[in-house]
Structures are given as structure tokens and as C-alpha cells.
């Protein structure tokens, strides 16, 4: 199906450990986000992508690093991950119609130990 | 940079009242969006606003935007159990921004 898909969706790690969250689009829209949801905090923008091989820190970039070499990839990479970085992660996409709406996928909830 | 308020941040109704979320935020939006997350879903759009004093109506869900693009409610009539969620805001600061600032959300749990 046609749409924005996170992986894994369930991921438990430990302190240090490299994580890398999946995220696929299938309607070649070409701005990309990564937010993350905490609880008091509501979703804060982490890192977004215009295009290919573009990028551009958020709100709360520190400890992410991302990459776009396709436009319907865009995975984020935890590279020594902390127990702050315990979360739930949303992909999304801007849509190409006026009302910019964002398409979000289904979430990657991350537990580091 | 961007700050964007949401109150309340928790909000309790019996099954047929009516609730209304606010949202503020620190400068002038361009627009502002609005959303819903089902508890365990993800945030699905419901609406943007464009317009200074811009009042929009999807159903029982009515959207008003500022006359000074700096604030926005959300009001549901007649709430249903279906309604439950958290309620976002969220703007745009300014002409080619796409860094959509969120508020904390409202959520919203309805006794039946």
C-alpha cells in the first residue's frame, strides 16, 4: 500500500548502542520530518529534509544524525544512544496540495536501557 | 525561536459537553494547523487556517484562527466517545518555513 511506513516499530536497546530507525514514503513528496514525542513535551522537530541529499537540524538535533540519499528514504540514526532518547519517533511528510498537511507514519517507540 | 502554547493540557468532559482547546503562540503564524491523536495512533491532519479571523466547521469541530495570526481554538459540540485524543496545534512561523512548531497538545478523554 501506498503511504509512509517507520521500522522497526517496537525497538529496545541498550546505552551506547548504534539505532536506526527506518522510514519510507511512497508519493515521492519531497519534504521529510523526524519528530520525537515525549510526554509533557508534545512532538518536537528533530531533523527534516527538503530533498535528496538535503538536510536541516530541528528543534532537538543532538545525538540524531540523518541521511537522504533517496527521496523516499530517510533514516535517523541514534549513533550511542542515551536513556533521554528513550521515545516515540514519528517519520512524516509534507503533502503537495495547499493545505500542507503532514502525513505521519505509525511511529517507532525506542526504549534504551 | 517559535514557542507555540496549547491549555488545557488535560481536559475531562461528560459524554455530550462541549470542549475547546487553545492555542497561543509567541509571533505571528502564517498558518495554523491542526491535529488529532488517537491514544496509541499517530497525529492525523484536521485543518489548516490561512486567513487573520479565519473561522472554518468540520461537522461538530469548529477552528478559529486570530485576528493577529498569533492564537487559535478548537471547539467540539457535543462531544462523543469517539472524540477522545490529544488535540495539536501547530504553526508555521513564516513565509517558506516548513518547520511546523507544535504545541504540547490538549487531551481529551470523554466520560460516557
Known amino acids: 500500500d501506498a503511504g509512509i511506513t517507520q521500522s522497526p516499530r517496537y525497538k529496545i536497546t541498550e546505552t551506547g548502542r548504534q539505532v536506526t530507525l527506518m522510514c519510507h514514503q511512497t508519493?515521492?513528496?519531497?519534504?521529510m520530518f523526524w519528530y520525537r514525542q515525549d510526554l509533557g513535551h508534545g512532538l518536537r522537530l528533530i531533523y527534516y529534509s527538503a530533498a535528496a541529499d538535503i538536510t536541516d537540524k530541528g528543534e532537538v538535533p543532538d545525538g540524531y544524525v540523518v541521511s537522504r540519499s533517496k527521496t523516499e528514504n530517510f533514516p535517523l540514526t541514534l549513533e550511542s544512544a542515551t536513556r533521554s532518547q528513550t521515545s516515540v519517533y514519528f517519520c512524516?511528510?509534507?503533502?503537495?496540495?495547499?493545505?500542507?498537511?503532514?502525513?505521519f507514519g505509525e511511529g517507532s517507540r525506542l526504549t534504551v536501557l | 525561536g517559535q514557542q507555540v502554547m496549547q491549555i488545557p493540557q488535560y481536559q475531562h468532559v461528560q459524554e455530550g459537553e462541549d470542549f475547546t482547546t487553545y492555542c497561543n503562540s509567541s509571533?505571528?503564524?502564517?498558518?495554523i494547523q491542526w491535529y488529532k491523536q488517537r491514544p496509541g495512533g499517530h497525529p492525523v491532519f484536521l485543518i489548516q487556517?490561512?486567513?487573520?479571523?479565519e473561522v472554518k466547521k468540520q461537522k461538530r469541530l469548529t477552528f478559529q484562527f486570530g485576528e493577529a495570526k498569533k492564537n487559535s481554538s478548537l471547539h467540539i459540540t457535543a462531544t462523543q466517545t469517539t472524540d477522545v485524543g490529544t488535540y495539536f496545534c501547530a504553526g508555521y512561523s513564516g513565509a517558506g518555513s516548513y518547520q511546523l512548531t507544535f504545541g504540547k497538545g490538549t487531551k481529551l478523554s470523554v466520560i460516557p
Open positions: 509571533t505571528t503564524l502564517s498558518n
Open positions: 487556517l490561512v486567513k487573520s479571523g
Open positions: 512524516a511528510s509534507l503533502g503537495l496540495s495547499n493545505t500542507g498537511e503532514l502525513f
Open positions: 508519493w515521492s513528496h519531497s519534504y
